[in-house]
């Protein structure tokens, strides 16, 4: 599965990015996609993760209410809608793959066998 991310970029406190992550290769259709993040001298975080069918989704507590996600399936596309966002949500945000939708907040980033480039998020206060 190779994964392809963008829509990084700079905002000011409050304002909204979209994130894309198009997927592609064997069965990545059938992949639950996610996001974690990773802020300077922090570890790497967990974002968001969406079915394979974009039927259900869940988030980290501390972006729960201001992120969306959603998946075209025509496009092999995962979407992460940010809104309100914050200077702590400064980070380089991961895309990332896995079959299994469940426990992707407990998981270590070593069990998550897919990853993307990383695209860079500012949030200026």
């Known amino acids: 599965v190779q994964l392809q991310a963008s829509g990084g970029g700079s905002v000011q406190t409050g304002g909204s990015l979209r994130l894309s992550c198009a997927a592609s290769?064997?069965?990545?259709?059938?992949?639950?996609l996610g996001w974690f993040r990773q802020a300077p001298e922090m570890q790497r975080e967990f974002v968001a993760v969406?079915?394979?069918?974009?039927?259900?989704?869940y988030y980290a507590d501390s972006v729960d209410g201001r992120f969306t996600m959603s998946r075209d399936s025509s496009k092999n596309t995962m979407y992460l809608q940010m809104r309100g966002l914050k200077p702590e949500d400064t980070a380089i945000y991961y895309c990332a793959a896995a079959h299994e939708y469940m426990g992707w907040r407990k998981r270590s980033v070593n069990d998550i066998p897919y990853w993307g480039q990383g695209t860079l998020v500012t949030v200026s206060s």
């Open positions: 969406i079915t394979f069918d974009g039927s259900h989704s």
């Open positions: 290769g064997p069965r990545s259709g059938l992949y639950a």
